[in-house]
Nanobody
């Protein structure tokens, strides 16, 4: 069974940067769809970025329009760790951030309901 553990959240001012990490344990298959999601108070959980492991193609990464050009998702295959580099942070990026994983089945969309394995979350707070 896959288990995930996020880290790296914190409080920054607008324009700052943070790097989130998600260590994945019990990783046994060559291809997963893994990603970052976030949930702000009073809002539904939404996808931020996803990628397909087992490939080096940048076409296997996907981003929500609101973070394109500011966030970068990456996978460290040697450490089974997912990262999210967040630059030019905005107050509207404030949320609890979660990583999630599912077996890759030809699609790596950011649909929350398709993911069954979730971490406990890490808080990101951006002040203006």
């Amino acid at each position: 069974q896959v288990r995930l553990a996020e880290s790296g959240g914190g409080s920054v001012q607008a324009g700052g940067s943070l790097r989130l990490s998600c260590a994945i344990f019990g990783y046994t298959y060559s291809r997963y769809c893994i990603g970052w999601f976030r949930q702000a108070p009073g809002k539904e959980r939404e996808g931020v970025a996803t990628l397909v492991t087992g490939t080096s193609s940048t076409s296997s990464t996907y981003y929500h329009d609101s973070v394109k050009g500011r966030f970068t998702i990456s996978w460290d295959n040697a450490k089974n760790t997912l990262h999210l580099q967040m630059n030019s942070l905005k107050p509207e990026d404030t949320a609890m951030y979660y990583c999630a994983v599912r077996l890759y089945s030809g699609s790596c969309s950011m649909s929350v309901r398709d993911f069954g394995g979730w971490g406990q979350g890490t808080q990101v707070t951006v002040s203006s």
